[in-house]
């Protein structure tokens, strides 16, 4: 082989390499950030889960004068609006 060839064959296995390097660097990041995402989802859930459901919450009903259809406190009946 000549001298050039043999060059530029060492050229190309150092550029691999160091491609190769480069790319499993960035790609560890990436990994590590989406684990880190999914454990901090899944302390959430456990978190949720301990807790129970969330509190319901309970409206006072009244009659309305005019039809006697009970509604929640505040807010006018529908015979009102029509």
Known sequence: ????????LIAAVIGLVWFVVRTR?????LKAAT???RR???????EDAKSGPPAK???DLVACPKCGAF????????????
Request: aromatic share 2%; with cysteine; glycine share 10%.
């Open 57 to 59: 919450v309970v409206h």
């Open 71 to 82: 509604g929640p406190t505040g807010r006018p009946c529908a015979c009102e609006k029509a």
């Open 1 to 8: 082989m000549s001298a050039i060839l043999k060059f530029v």
């Open 25 to 29: 660097g960035r790609i560890n990041p």
């Open 35 to 37: 684990e880190a995402a």
């Open 40 to 46: 901090v989802a899944e302390g959430q859930k456990r």
